[in-house]
């Protein structure tokens, strides 16, 4: 599976959009990008997944650079309860059944 | 109801005790998964069963065994439990191949 880079830290305003990003520059093409996220105290919820196109989904919005290395997920108007560590992992779609976590992003939305 | 439970939420013994965690799912998937989250917070997968049968093994000790009696049920059998096996296990259960994986609420291990 890819490695995969985020930025250890962020914050955002209650109310506005958070903009999580996250490079992936060894991803090979049949490879998907997957965002989870783990709020203090709880098991990993799933996001948000794509392989090329952008995707939305009542969570959040997640946009691939079009030459795959990077993506953004986009929480469109980040709420007190969207605190949590973000995680960006990138791995085979339809085979391999393991996740593997990096460090992911901590968010904190302030409000 | 609750999609992946775990039994027992905390789980205090000590070193060279056996101790046991409970895995259910009710989404009637046909993978489950243990991944352990260490005291740096980072996940990593243990074990993935599929229909009961072992699919990963992730260079974990033997002396961690998991049992499935079906395709409901994933636990994890520890013996001679060490200091650093403390830490934070989940469950997780998906349909095989499936891009979403649903994770229990964690069992926090601590060995004395």
């Known amino acids: 599976d890819a490695k995969t880079t985020q930025p250890p830290s962020m914050d955002c305003a209650e109310g506005r959009a958070a903009n999580l990003p996250c490079n992936h520059s060894t991803i090979s093409g049949n490879e998907y990008v997957y965002w989870y996220r783990q709020i203090h105290s709880q098991g990993p919820q799933y996001i948000i997944h794509g392989l090329k196109n952008n995707e939305t989904n009542e969570m959040a919005s997640l946009i691939i650079t079009e030459d795959r290395k990077s993506s953004t997920l986009i929480l469109p108007h980040a709420t007190l309860r969207d605190t949590a560590v973000y995680y960006c992992?990138?791995?085979?779609?339809?085979?391999?059944?393991?996740?593997?976590f990096g460090g992911g992003t901590r968010v904190l939305v302030k409000p | 109801d609750t999609a992946v439970s775990q039994t027992p939420k905390y789980l205090v013994t000590q070193m060279g005790n056996d101790k046991s965690i409970k895995c259910e799912q009710n989404l009637g998937h046909d993978t489950m998964y243990w991944y352990k989250q260490d005291s740096k917070k980072f996940l990593k997968i243990m074990f993935s069963y599929n229909n009961k049968e072992l699919i990963i093994n992730e260079t974990v000790p033997n002396r961690f065994s998991p049992k499935s009696p079906d395709k409901a049920h994933l636990n994890l059998h520890i013996n001679s439990l060490e200091l650093g096996d403390s830490a934070v296990y989940f469950c997780a259960s998906s349909h095989r191949g499936a891009y979403e994986q649903y994770f229990g609420p964690g069992t926090r291990l601590t060995v004395t």
């Open positions: 992992i990138v791995r085979l779609g339809a085979a391999g059944n393991k996740l593997t």
